[in-house]
């Protein structure tokens, strides 16, 4: 069992930056894949970044990369995403996700693979 917690969700100008967190209970955090996803109203939830269990690979989708990074701190059970020139189409919820740990693919950015799910924070950005 895995339980999820993200917080640092907040309203953010165009242009501004804001970094979300992901709280992990349960054992072994560092032997889980930990990824981001965001679901805008009306529209269909999407992959934003994933990390290795170690920290030392990262996959990011094309609409975030070179703008968000993603982090973890495993000795504080917490994964990070640092998001930069927010634009007012990254509004959404965002979500953290869990699934026991295997190497980065395009896989990684289905929302199928992924077994455990937080309730998610809002970021909004004006324009």
């Known amino acids: 069992q895995v339980q999820l917690v993200e917080s640092g969700g907040g309203l953010v100008q165009a242009g501004g930056s804001l970094r979300v967190a992901c709280a992990a209970s349960g054992r072994t955090f560092s032997r889980y894949t930990m990824a981001w996803f965001r679901q805008a109203p009306g529209k269909e939830r999407e992959f934003a970044a994933a990390?290795?269990?170690?920290?030392?690979?990262?996959y990011y989708a094309d609409s975030v990369k070179g703008r968000f990074t993603i982090s973890r701190d495993n000795a504080k059970n917490t994964v990070y995403l640092q998001m930069n020139s927010l634009k007012p189409e990254d509004t959404a919820v965002y979500y953290c996700?869990?699934?026991?740990?295997?190497?980065?693919?395009?896989?990684?950015?289905?929302?199928?693979?992924?077994?455990?799910w937080g309730q998610g924070t809002q970021v909004t950005v004006s324009s």
């Open positions: 996700a869990a699934v026991q740990d295997r190497p980065l693919s395009s896989r990684s950015g289905l929302a199928a693979l992924y077994d455990y």
């Open positions: 990390i290795s269990g170690s920290g030392l690979s990262t």
